[in-house]
């Protein structure tokens, strides 16, 4: 578990796990300059299996009680990003501190999970992931989410809310423990080309509905999220294609750093998406 701050405006690919042939499309991506803002691919590998199939539908919950916006309003700096597994990340800066997809305890045998030792750490709150204002999960598949670990997190940290889509928001319901956490829990999915505004201790966090493939069931999340005067995005596991980043303006959020999956850097309308749009 390694923390990288970043402190200025650049282009970054992380390039473990990669292809040959993906490793130069990110080579070239830097050379060419065609992007200043950072992105980040999430280190996963080449290969999609059961994080991606279809689940059966699942009942859409009600959007639990919005929290109220808060600014951001601290001063520009660094942020220090601490890649977990999968697509899971904490990212602090300016005071705050915040998990994207980091509480789950499962993997497909593909993907990375986080060891025994980084779970305990993670769902007990302790350092270095004590002090989290705010917890991110993109969709409620296992090697993103996990209910009971989302629970135990907020047991420990009681200043922490949790965000995340209405599928999720029933796993926690499924556990019967929900009753004790639902006023710090934020679940909605909002319709594709609108934003759900909200907040909690400085962070304002925006919820976008970003599909995870027209055929699924799945309810994804992308999250602008914007804290130490950066914005950041997370997408999860999006398929979404251009047109839905062209459809949010996502271009006019002048993201500064940009958690993307892999395969955004593989297929021709996902490169337009992030060259244009993102």
């Known amino acids: ?37 950072l992105l980040i691919v999430a280190l996963l590998p080449l290969v999609w299996l059961s994080a991606c199939h279809a689940a059966p539908p699942v009942a859409p919950a009600r959007a639990v009680e919005e929290s109220p916006v808060a600014p951001a309003g601290a001063a520009a700096g660094a942020l220090e990003v601490t890649y977990l597994a999968n697509e899971g990340f904490m990212i602090a800066g300016g005071g705050r501190k915040v998990l994207i997809d ?6 497909s045998g593909v993907y ?8 305990e ?30 629970l135990a997190h907020l047991a420990h940290n009681p200043q922490a809310f949790f ?21 710090r829990v934020v679940a909605t999915l909002p319709k594709e ?21 027209r055929s699924r069931p799945i309810e994804n999340l992308g999250f602008i999220v914007e804290f130490a005067g950066k914005r950041v995005l997370h997408i999860g596991d999006s398929e979404a294609e251009a047109a839905v980043f062209q459809k949010y303006k996502v271009v006019k959020d002048r993201i500064d750093v940009a958690f993307l999956p892999f395969w955004y850097f593989l297929e021709d309308d996902k490169k337009q998406a992030v060259r244009a749009h993102i």
């Open 1 to 37: 578990m390694e923390a990288v701050e970043i402190d200025s405006v650049f282009l970054w690919l992380f390039l473990a796990l990669l292809t040959p042939a993906f490793a130069q499309e990110a080579v070239n991506w830097r050379e060419t300059g065609v992007k200043t803002t």
């Open 193 to 213: 080309g609108e934003r759900f505004n909200s907040g909690h201790r400085g962070i304002h966090v925006q919820l976008l509905n970003i599909h995870h493939g």
């Open 112 to 119: 990375a999970a986080p060891s025994p030792a980084m779970r």
């Open 121 to 150: 750490l993670l769902e007990q709150a302790r350092s270095p992931f004590d002090g989290v204002d705010a917890v991110f999960a993109t969709h409620f598949h296992a090697d993103h989410f996990d209910a009971e670990a989302v």
């Open 163 to 183: 965000f995340s889509t209405n599928q999720a928001a029933d796993k926690l319901r499924a556990t019967g423990q929900f009753d004790a956490f639902k006023t």
């Open 102 to 107: 980091a509480l789950f305890r499962e993997s």
